[in-house]
């Protein structure tokens, strides 16, 4: 082995060849190469046993055996009887003659008792004499003389140094000469039949293999096997050395550099791994038959079959040794070595003076490396994206490639993972973990995942996750099959379709795994970081995408892109339109997960398991954390409110609430969803639609939800709080909720519309946004949180069954006004005085007379609108529903003044006046249940009232006359007269007047004294307005107009007009008016009878309106004239006796 130190490269390189082709005799080489072979002599002194050849006689030996010769006077192996049996049993017999092909032969069936041990120990010595001969350079120089000068690095190499064949061998794939291939593909396949072949390797080793116990290392010993199996062993020490195992042994370095060294030199042709050889030959004719050997095909063949059923657990075993080989140094991957080779040099991914030399090998590092650079958009060949293709995904399916794994995550394996290592179950087993789906997981085992998920990059093609790809395969060829196969946004497709019909539970347990680990690197998107890597340079100062910085981790640069898609004003630090598209995708899928959102999960986590650990349907949690945003620790809230602050602005982040509201989206919403741009219009159509018949009940609840939680901070309304920042920081600083801001700011518009301001305070753009704001607050009571807490147990009592939405829970509370708590009913009454001063706010009437107000009132400000609808409520084109309605809020005007603030203003001085002892006994908070007003209707029967007053009064007496539901008091007196009395008019859908007159006709009937006086009431104030008794009214309508046209209404003026012309025996009334006005002096007689006047004025009232009016004129008269005469008699005479007393 003297020669050894000269050629050391030229033996080791020979292994990185093409192929290993079988050489027939008739070839020039072989036959030159055979030549010197045959010429040796019995390398061994002859038949039997193999004795060890003095190494001077050796190279006596291979020196003979390099001069050409006759092959018939050489030595043949074929005639060894140690041999003939073997050769005889295994060899086919037209190789005998061919030294070289009987090694082959021989070396590839040698196991442990195929072979001979005398045999075997033969041909080991034969081969050591071979491959120890310098004057092979001299054979390579003649084979490819050819080629030496085309390749100018080898041609200036100096002969007799052993340095030209390894040059030829760096060149190789520039040789395109046959012979000089074959010669040194033949060299390699003896050198590597046996490491003690290997020049220096037993030196380096020789301490390990004995400590390692790997086999015997004495040239002189019997072979207990292929000394293949001593270099397996050491591969595998050198695997538990880097896992650390327990037990591992540390190797030298020089050991080390040699194993690693050994297998680099056999990755071109798997015969070269003798223990991978052996173990794998079945698997190799079973698998990869039609695999040409070479460039490590039939490697890449057997690793693609590493988990099928079918291989057999030795060679699934050497395949992994192997494989975590290649992760240690990727030179052990020749088809990789080969294929990357020009872009490692050109993107500098081996020269790195700041890494050890060792970490830039690793197979890791290099894929790193090119992955950064295929990721800035740098030309990366097509083959080496290939070769990097298939070891990402070999890095995915097998977790004990990754020391780090197996290192940081053992416990986790053993407690939870184990048995499951196939196919990349155990790897997203252990993704599953570090969700904490599975219970916690060691931080070091997590950051080991997160780092495999960069190197592999998965989310770059999905393929690459084979659990993935098979789990699902049936979902992508459904929903995603638009997609181009292996695109990135493949992944973004399965997302989208996360929670719907087409998803399937294993795809979306396998997704959601990989995803929490891509969520957690921005990098790991490629479709973010292609479109954002500039803006995230510029605004986040990233650095490349391999590379990490303390100041801005991985984690932190997403939060740091969203910041400035959303909250930065300055047109400069604005992220680009792309990079703003991609951050609302991943914004979007976010919300499907809480624990896709790191930041969320790594503040609330403690707040996720106190308050929402039985919430595990999609979604459920956000809306939990939000719905307890005042109990949460303060760094929860604030991620909390940020994000809710964030789906303000764009509610289309709420993934799973466009999916429920996709039907109403496109019938009422789609123009809003196609153009929002960061203005919160989408939310806001959504809750004008609410109650769409497209609406269903997911949406609806999802919407409502929104809602819910805008009230709890004025910031999370955008559109309110763009609108009105300025207003609530001059206005109402220090108040965050926004009920509380709305009352705020609608307080100051109020008392600057009353005090009729110069200026108001609010802005038009507040006061625009304020508006919405109360409207929608207005339709659902707990969007008002005051008013929801006063009434809860009211409505669990009275309105159990009645849905929340369109304010319906607020208008049973109002129907059951006086059933109500004390609490709850003075919130009511509060509620329909704002509403009544501003109709807009009353959400059940708005949307039932919605169409009537188009009809009707376009021309009327909103505060007017009910007074507008009122007015209209007889049309013919009016609504039956919205006329119900607008009924129902005159019944609630006619119950208290307050409510009726067109009365309320025109009545402000006569109220006080003639109502104040009903005013005196009401409390602040108590309803007066239509006193006053029945006060003011008196009030308007003596013709008392100031006329503003009095007009409004008429319309009241002219409503109430023709609807006995308005009239409160007669309704809450009479209610029992009415239900014995006139129960057909009572139960009449149009009302028409029918019941106060059926009461006024069974006056005598009635006994209670109250309802008695409501109805004595009734009359008289009809006789101060025609207009207040519709029935008559009706009756003498045309009679009016005939002869009392001139006459103005009001006052009684026409009343008297007509009973004038029933006394007029020349003036002939309908028969019909006749025989009411009739009617109505008998009930007006009788009511003169039990009620007799109250004042002066009311007996005026009578006597006008008796039929025996002239009558007790005339006697009045007459009574008055008589005193009068008396008067000035008695004046006489008093004035003529004190005139006597003076003159005394």
């Not at 006759?70 to 009887?81: F, I, P, Q, V, Y």
């Not at 309704?971 to 129960?983: R, V, W, Y």
Request: with cysteine; hydrophobic share 35%; aromatic share 4%.
């Amino acid at each position: 082995m003297a020669d050894c130190i000269r050629v050391p490269l030229l033996l080791l390189l020979m292994c990185i060849l093409s192929a290993v082709h079988h050489i027939r005799g008739d070839n020039s080489v072989v036959s030159r190469l055979t030549g010197n072979a045959d010429n040796m002599q019995n390398p061994a002194g002859g038949p039997g046993p193999a004795a060890v050849v003095p190494v001077a006689a050796e190279r006596s030996l291979v020196a003979g055996a390099s001069l050409p010769r006759r092959r018939s006077t050489g030595w043949k192996l074929s005639d060894e009887a140690v041999c003939k049996e073997d050769l005889t049993r295994l060899c086919p017999k037209h190789s005998w003659n061919n030294n070289l092909a009987v090694l082959e032969c021989l070396q590839d069936k040698k196991e442990e008792t195929e072979i001979a041990a005398e045999c075997n120990h033969l041909l080991w010595n034969y081969k050591l004499n071979l491959t120890t001969d310098p004057k092979f350079e001299s054979v390579a120089v003649e084979v490819c003389k050819t080629i030496i000068p085309e390749i100018k690095e080898c041609a200036a190499e100096e002969l007799g140094k052993g340095f030209l064949v390894s040059c030829l061998v760096d060149h190789r794939s520039n040789i395109s000469d046959y012979q000089c291939n074959q010669y040194i593909t033949k060299m390699t396949s003896i050198v590597f039949s046996d490491y003690r072949l290997i020049c220096g390797f037993m030196d380096k080793c020789r301490e390990d293999i004995n400590t390692l116990r790997c086999g015997s290392i004495s040239i002189g010993e019997k072979d207990i096997h292929s000394q293949g199996e001593v270099i397996a062993c050491l591969e595998k020490g050198l695997v538990r050395e880097v896992e650390e195992q327990a037990g591992a042994h540390t190797i030298k370095d020089e050991c080390k550099k040699a194993i690693m060294r050994v297998a680099e030199l056999s990755s071109d042709d798997f015969h070269l791994d003798r223990y991978l050889y052996f173990s794998c030959r079945e698997d190799r004719e079973r698998f990869c038959e039609n695999t040409l050997a070479g460039e490590g095909r039939v490697y890449k063949c057997l690793f693609n079959h590493k988990f099928e059923e079918a291989m057999t657990e030795r060679c699934r075993e050497a395949l992994t040794t192997r494989q975590k080989l290649i992760a240690q140094d990727y030179k052990v991957s020749y088809s990789l070595a080969k294929a990357c080779k020009s872009d490692l040099r050109k993107y500098r991914c081996s020269v790195d003076t700041n890494m050890p030399r060792a970490r830039e090998a690793r197979l890791s590092y290099l894929l790193l490396c090119l992955e950064s650079a295929v990721h800035r958009g740098r030309v990366v060949s097509g083959e080496c994206q290939g070769e990097m293709m298939d070891y990402r995904r070999m890095l995915m399916e097998d977790f004990s490639l990754s020391p780090e794994i197996v290192l940081q995550c053992r416990s986790e394996i053993e407690g939870h993972c184990s048995g499951l290592h196939r196919k990349g179950r155990t790897l997203h087993c252990l993704m599953r973990v570090g969700r904490g789906d599975m219970g916690a997981i060691d931080p070091n085992c997590q950051r080991a995942l997160q780092t495999l998920i960069q190197e592999a990059d998965p989310g770059a093609d999905y393929r690459i996750d084979r659990a993935l790809n098979e789990a699902c395969e049936s979902v992508i060829q459904t929903a995603c099959k638009h997609i181009r196969n292996g695109d990135p946004m493949i992944l973004s497709c399965l997302m989208e379709h996360l929670y719907t019909e087409k998803m399937v539970e294993d795809c979306e347990h396998r997704l959601l795994e990989l995803q929490y680990f891509i969520a957690r690197d921005w990098k790991l998107d490629p479709i973010l970081y292609k479109k954002c890597q500039g803006d995230a340079a510029r605004l986040c100062h990233t650095h490349g995408w391999n590379e990490t910085s303390e100041m801005m981790p991985p984690g932190a640069i997403f939060s740091c892109l969203y910041r400035h898609a959303y909250r930065s004003v300055e047109q400069g630090r604005r992220l680009s339109r792309d990079c703003k598209v991609e951050v609302q995708r991943i914004l979007h899928q976010r919300a499907l997960d809480v624990k896709l959102d790191p930041e969320l999960q790594k503040r609330c986590l403690t707040d996720l398991g106190k308050w929402c650990s039985e919430k595990t349907e999609a979604g459920q949690e956000l809306e939990c954390l939000q719905d307890h945003l005042e109990d949460l620790v303060s760094d929860c809230r604030d991620v909390v409110g940020n994000l809710t602050e964030l789906e303000s602005e764009d509610i289309q982040i709420e993934a799973l609430l466009m999916r429920a509201c996709e039907p109403v989206i496109q019938a009422h919403c789609h123009e809003v969803a196609d153009n929002q741009i960061d203005t919160g219009d989408l939310m806001e159509c959504l809750v004008q639609n609410k109650h769409q018949k497209e609406m269903n009940e997911k949406c609806a609840v999802g919407v409502t939800h929104f809602q819910l939680i805008q009230i709890k901070d004025f910031r999370f309304s955008y559109k309110f709080k763009t609108a009105c920042k300025e207003d609530v920081l001059k206005l109402c600083p220090n108040i965050k909720k926004k009920v509380d801001v709305v009352i705020c700011l609608s307080t100051t518009v109020r008392n600057d519309t009353l005090q009729e301001a110069k200026e108001q305070r609010v802005s038009v753009k507040c006061r625009k946004q304020l508006r919405v704001e109360e409207v929608e607050m207005s339709e659902d009571i707990r969007l008002e949180p005051e008013l929801y807490d006063s009434c809860k147990q009211d409505i669990t009592r009275l309105c159990q069954n009645v849905a929340y939405g369109n304010a319906q829970v607020i208008e049973c509370l109002k129907e059951n006004k006086r059933q109500l708590t004390s609490r709850c009913h003075q919130r009511i009454f509060k509620l329909q005085e704002v509403e009544m001063v501003d109709p807009e706010l009353d959400y059940q009437l708005m949307r039932v007379c919605k169409h009537m107000i188009r009809r009707f009132c376009t021309e009327s400000e909103g505060k007017n609108v009910l007074q507008c609808l009122k007015q209209n409520k007889n049309s013919e084109l009016m609504d039956p529903k919205c006329k119900q309605m607008i009924t129902k809020r005159q019944i609630t005007q006619n119950t208290d003044y307050r409510l009726n603030p067109v009365l309320r203003k025109a009545c402000k001085a006569d109220i006080p006046k003639f109502c104040q002892p009903i005013l005196n006994k009401a409390t602040a908070d108590s309803e007066l249940e239509g006193q006053v007003i029945s006060c003011l209707k008196l009030k308007y029967a003596d013709q008392r009232l100031s006329t503003d007053c009095e007009d409004q009064i008429r319309v009241i007496l002219q409503e109430s006359a023709l609807d006995y539901r308005l009239d409160l008091q007669l309704q809450i007196h009479c209610t029992q007269e009415i239900s014995s009395l006139c129960p057909e008019e009572a139960a009449a859908q149009e009302q028409t007047g029918q019941v106060e007159e059926c009461l006024k006709v069974n006056l005598l009937k009635i006994k209670q004294d109250p309802c008695k006086k409501e109805v004595l009431n009734m009359l008289k104030e009809s006789k101060a307005d025609i207009f207040v008794d519709p029935v008559l009214h009706t009756a003498c309508a045309l009679d009016i107009k005939h002869h009392c046209a001139a006459i103005p209404p009001g006052r009684g003026r026409q009343m008297s007009c007509l009973m004038e012309s029933l006394q007029d025996k020349r003036i002939r009334l309908q028969p019909e008016c006749k025989k009411r006005l009739q009617d109505r002096i008998d009930m007006w007689s009788y009511a003169a009878k039990v009620a007799p006047a109250e004042g002066f004025s009311d007996l005026a009232m009578q006597v006008m309106t008796s039929p025996s009016k002239n009558y007790i004129l005339t006697v009045t008269g007459a009574g008055v004239a008589l005193l009068f005469l008396m008067g000035l008699l008695c004046g006489r005479f008093t004035k003529r006796v004190t005139q006597e007393l003076k003159d005394r």
